[in-house]
């Protein structure tokens, strides 16, 4: 299809799998390189523009750090908090409803869905508000094929996301953090962008599900807000829809979410970054426009007062 996407970074990027199930195994795996993305097959990788030329600075991340640093609230708002609690969570069987204005509206149970898609695995570079990042192998498909199953009506103008709400499986929503069920949403264009992906799995396995199983967005030109995840909803609507984050505290947390090391959190800076599993004297480096896919996603903002629309 004319919209799949081009591949820039390399499996030498992120974690080899033996390493990212084994943090022990760092050392043993550090000389995994271009002959290990040579074997990669017909595999589709997806990929962050200019990787290439950052790759010596991109250090592995482990099973460890992927699996155990998560924000899910809904299983506690400590990071390890969602490794200890989410296994509560039932994700069999799993369908997920499709309203608003599609052509056709039902529940779409997870396994039809995926008869109909095509797998690919993207390597993204995947960034959290508190200026953590880490590189993931996501396996999944483009939100825009599942949009477009659905069919999208003339007139659709957001895409509104809803994460599964239980309470006697998620401990976490015991306390009013955030108000329950988890909501997020994205303007239409940039669902259907082709980054804008739909994860069910991390190096070909299920997510974990700490991580969003058994279904979850990963848009990495933004914050990890728009990473929600065991999405049970997706509603199309012509109305900006309510976020959790801009709902909980709207001068901090905007409807975009966008990366953009111009525009410091009210707390923090959003300038440099560190990578996850460098501990807290790790190298900061600088934090790149839209999380280094600029050329790729700034033309969807072209006009915009990115620091009113933040």
Same mark, same amino acid.
């Given at each position: ?21 084994? +943090? ?8 995994? #390189?271009? #002959? ?23 250090? $592995? ?13 809904? @299983?506690?708002?400590?990071?390890? !908090?969602? &490794? ?18 599609? !052509? ?20 993204? +570079? ?6 953590? =990042? ?32 239980? $309470? ?12 329950? $069920? ?37 848009? $990495?030109?933004?914050?990890? @807000? ?30 975009? =979410? ?18 996850? #599993?460098? #501990?807290? @004297? &790790? ?18 903002? !072209? ?8």
């Amino acid at each position: 299809m004319a919209h799949r996407w081009t591949n820039k970074l390399t499996r030498s990027d992120v974690t080899p799998e033996p390493l990212f199930l084994n +943090r022990r195994r760092v050392l043993a795996g550090l000389g995994l #390189g271009a #002959g290990a993305a040579a074997g990669l097959g017909g595999l589709a990788l997806g990929s962050m523009p200019g990787a290439a030329q950052a790759q010596d600075a991109l250090e $592995p991340n482990a099973f460890d750090d992927i699996t155990s640093y998560c924000n899910y609230y809904e @299983f506690g708002t400590r990071k390890d !908090d969602p &490794a200890k609690n989410a296994h509560l969570l039932t994700t069999e069987p799993w369908s997920i409803k499709i309203d608003g204005m599609v !052509d056709k509206p039902g529940d779409y149970a997870l396994g039809d869905i995926l008869s109909q898609m095509t797998i690919e695995e993207r390597i993204y +570079r995947f960034r959290c508000v508190e200026a953590w =990042s880490m590189v993931v192998p996501w396996n999944g498909f483009e939100l825009a094929d599942l949009l477009n199953l659905a069919g999208v009506q003339a007139g659709a103008k957001y895409v509104a996301f809803e994460t599964v709400y239980r $309470p006697e499986e998620m401990p976490g929503t015991r306390y009013r953090v955030l108000d329950w $069920p988890y909501v997020e949403g994205l303007r239409l264009d940039e669902a259907m962008h082709p980054l804008t992906m739909m994860a069910t799995g991390i190096y070909g396995k299920p997510i974990p599900n700490q991580n969003g199983a058994p279904i979850r967005l990963v848009v $990495p030109w933004k914050y990890g @807000f728009k990473s929600i995840k065991s999405i049970v909803r997706i509603t199309l609507t012509d109305t900006q829809p309510p976020t959790s984050w801009n709902k909980a505290g709207p001068r901090e947390y905007g409807f975009y =979410s966008n990366v953009n090391p111009t525009v410091d959190h009210p707390r923090w800076s959003q300038a440099t970054e560190r990578r996850l #599993g460098g #501990g807290l @004297f &790790a190298k900061r480096q600088p934090t790149l426009m839209f999380n280094g896919y600029e050329e790729d996603v700034a033309a969807l903002y !072209d006009g915009m007062d990115l620091k009113a629309n933040y």
